[in-house]
């Protein structure tokens, strides 16, 4: 692994990690397929809507199984979701700004996780009805359903074993074009954490897709997120290094990054954050908002997470425990029982097409059907 400089402490990096920052994706070796040249065609397909502006919700677009990852949206959520051991020490914390500092942790521990496993590839778009049921070795459970097809809404419910806390919410994946060679991205909608004397809310924070037909592919998470406790006062504000400043740029930098060490590089990386702790409260003459700072940290969602000095999270130190499917408790509508995902997994694809081509047909048809007795009623 390569490192990351916070101070004096260097920390392990991602070994995906691209030299200027983010996750540098990849053909998968001996895949015999080639992602770039899918995706240019299929560009090319739809072009002059895209250029026109008449297709911006790039999920209206079918995905040709030869480029997708064989999971869905729904099982992305349980990996977004997969560190939960900084939820235990959140749910053991007394002091609210030390609840939100893990919680900060189980956030920014998960972003890197469906990126690095899916690579170049994205994930299968749910049918509305479509479920998703994991859980873990102490009993912590996860429900996921699509409950909407367009806008793509998921419904979800993380809860404890024990029921030292809950995660739930709903998310709509968004996709739009960002220029002709990148894609903007994001699971819009509150999450909410709630523990037995806080209730935190988080809003999932914006990716970015940089190269799709030129230079090097690259994800990143962009602008900023927080996570705040109404009841207690406090909130954290996490803000990324990300800059957007176009492929060519990037591609001269990146290759002025080779000859020179991480010392002497002047920017800092693309997925570096640095992340403040406040407490805030109501001005009663200006009934604005007034925030004092409790800590302060820095990192990257693909090395470590340190705040005040102390060392939270790290890329290297395994997840204390992964997402299981239980055989006895799948519902048929299971994400895991897809034929297509069974088939783009065998690398089948024609047989993956069919089988994905058949129920986007169906939902099609499901959806036109909902359509006309709702005018007719």
């Not at 990148?182 to 509150?190: H, K, N």
């Not at 990386?269 to 409790?294: A, C, I, M, P, Q």
């Amino acid at each position: 692994m390569n490192t990351a400089q916070n101070g004096a402490t260097q920390y392990p990096r991602h070994p995906k990690a691209h030299v200027q920052g983010g996750i540098l994706l990849k053909e998968e070796e001996g895949s015999g397929v080639n992602t770039r040249d899918v995706l240019l065609n299929l560009i090319k397909s739809v072009g002059g809507k895209l250029k026109e502006g008449k297709i911006l919700d790039l999920l209206k677009i079918s995905r040709p199984a030869i480029i997708s990852y064989p999971k869905t949206y729904l099982e992305c959520i349980a990996g977004d979701f997969v560190y939960t051991e900084f939820l235990n020490k959140a749910a053991e914390a007394k002091d609210p700004i030390e609840r939100l500092k893990y919680t900060a942790a189980f956030y920014i521990a998960g972003l890197h996780a469906n990126p690095i496993e899916m690579g170049s590839n994205g994930p299968l778009n749910p049918i509305i009805g479509e479920t998703y049921y994991a859980q873990k070795q102490d009993g912590t459970q996860i429900w996921c359903e699509q409950i909407s097809h367009h806008p793509p809404v998921t419904a979800y419910l993380l809860e404890h074993g024990q029921g030292a806390y809950k995660v739930y919410g709903t998310g709509e994946t968004i996709a739009k074009m960002a220029g002709m060679n990148g894609i903007d991205a994001q699971r819009a909608g509150e999450v909410v954490l709630e523990f037995n004397d806080a209730k935190i809310f988080v809003k999932c924070p914006e990716m970015r897709i940089d190269g799709l037909v030129m230079g090097d592919r690259t994800i990143n998470y962009t602008k900023s997120f927080a996570l705040i406790d109404q009841k207690n006062k406090v909130s954290a504000e996490i803000n990324f290094n990300y800059v957007d400043v176009g492929t060519l740029s990037k591609m001269t930098s990146a290759f002025k990054s080779f000859f020179r060490s991480p010392a002497q590089s002047d920017k800092p990386l693309y997925d570096s954050f640095n992340v403040t702790f406040y407490s805030f409260d109501v001005d009663k003459e200006t009934n604005g908002v007034v925030k004092t700072e409790r800590a302060k940290g820095s990192g990257s969602w693909l090395s470590h997470l340190e705040i005040d000095g102390e060392l939270f999270w790290k890329i290297d130190v395994p997840v204390a425990s992964t997402w299981k499917t239980i055989e006895e408790k799948k519902l048929e509508s299971d994400s895991t029982l897809r034929l297509d995902s069974k088939y783009i997994r065998e690398k089948d694809f024609d047989k993956a097409q069919k089988e994905k081509d058949a129920l986007e047909n169906l939902q099609r048809a499901d959806a036109k059907l909902r359509k006309t007795n709702v005018q007719t009623a």
